[in-house]
């Protein structure tokens, strides 16, 4: 029994093969691969058996007993059709013969290393997995597809309030129609994209570091925020202390106003999901700008008022109030309805009617309250003498659900 030699083909017709990739091309009796690779070589004798995409290669590839060889495109290895051979075909049968890969050849053209980069391919993912890949990496290289566009991927960037990237789109490299195009995720959306393309986003800082600061206590002045809107920094600290996250939790941001308690828990769930939802379209345009400012990685800004908007996004391990809108009750209801057993549930509330209400929901319904009382008084350095100024006290609920 023979080999079969998987070729890869280059970006730039028969030049982008190498003198012994050219060589076993041309000493195979058969030959596979895609359509328009095969017609590079329509000269050579050799039987030609076309690959469609979702062929089951299982029913196709065969191992002859003469030199066979399979076309793909760049690296056979690199999302391409090399890990479904390998499951196919003994690997003994197997042998690989890698090209220049169209990724590669992107960062060549926009003269960006690319050793620091993270490679996406759409095929088979969820817009929410490959966002989330996007925004936790400096660098992204997305082999695209007929869904998951370019236009698409900017969008849900946007609406995930994380727009701070230099856009690559990368069309048709080594044709007559190349095209580079650079601009940024808000212009994305009304480029016109070539169907054969990599996306290529590169974070952009603009000057301002906050975001590459990891520190655990961000002061109020960092966030933009109208301030009634904002949990201050002493409540926010304990209230995430009370929450008691860990590193792979899904925490929901309920009433998350400018969402500074889900960028300090960003900090503290590097492997979570974190759900900050607001209704209010000021509030949120406040949110997705300090998600930017900070460059979170695992905060989702959900639009919606609560509790209707909590029935797409996954199940909480743990849950901050921050603002209910008038529907405390209805939320806490939704709320017990789908949180885990042991999971936590914090409140900061300014009113009486706040916590008794709150409190009355959670003993009739079988958790274990604990209740504080913060009371916090800063200095002020506009005026001559050195005095604290008392702010509101605070009623930080905190309730864990019992097992069933």
Known sequence: MGVVYVVGAGVEGQEGFSARALTLVRQAQVLYGAQ?????FSELSAEK??????????????VHEGVTVVLTSGDPLFFSIGRSLLRNLPKDKLEFVPNVSSVQFAFARIKEPWDDAVFISTEGRSMADIIDRVVANNKAAILTDAIHTPAAIATELMQRGRDGYTAYLCEDLGTEQERIVQTSIQKLPDVAAAELNVLILIKRYDGDVRGTQRVFGLSDDAFVALKKQMTGEEVRVVALAKLQLRRDMTLW????GSGSVSIEADYLLPEGRIYAIERNDEYLELLRRNMNTFQTRNVRAVQGEAPVCLEDIPDPDRVFIGGSGGNLWEILAAVDGRLAPEGRVVITATTLDTLVASTDYFENSGYRVEVSTLNVARTNSDTDYKVFEARNPVYIIMATKAFE
Not at 36 to 40: K, P, T
């Open 36 to 40: 328009r690779l095969l017609d590079l």
């Open 49 to 62: 058996v076309v690959i469609k995409d979702h062929d089951d290669l299982s029913a196709v590839v065969r």
């Open 253 to 256: 941001d309920i009433g998350a």
